[in-house]
């Protein structure tokens, strides 16, 4: 088991014909990690690209999918991260996002990337 904080960013492909439900599930989640003492820094959801030309980095950069939600949230351990796995598995606000999701397909798929800081 590691030191530190666990930091997860979470990366959804959306279906966006069901975004008002994936903002349902959205909001759910942020209570539930708070409640199980994480930290979450919210969801961020497609928008409209501002009108701008170019990326920073010509030929190294260009604008992503418009289908693809992100969430980041932190632990401050592994221990807790864990605990927080085990407890929301039985939790029925838990549950009952889960079948919004089998219900609504509101995302197709989600990719789960695990994060430390870089440190100054």
Not at 26 to 53: C, E, Q, T
């Amino acid at each position: 088991m590691s030191d530190g904080p666990v930091t997860c960013q979470v990366r959804y492909t959306l279906d966006l014909n069901q975004l008002a439900a994936f903002e349902t599930y959205a909001r759910a989640w942020i209570r539930l990690i708070n409640r199980y003492g994480g930290v979450h820094y919210g969801y961020f959801i497609p928008r409209m690209s501002p009108d701008v030309k170019g990326a920073s980095f010509p030929g190294l950069g260009y604008d992503g999918p418009e289908d693809v939600a992100l969430a980041l949230f932190t632990f401050p351990s592994e221990k807790s991260y864990q605990d927080y796995r085990e407890a929301v598995a039985t939790d029925p606000e838990c549950q009952a996002m889960a079948a919004l999701v089998r219900e609504t397909k509101c995302f197709t798929q989600y990719e789960r990337l695990f994060l430390r800081p870089v440190t100054p």
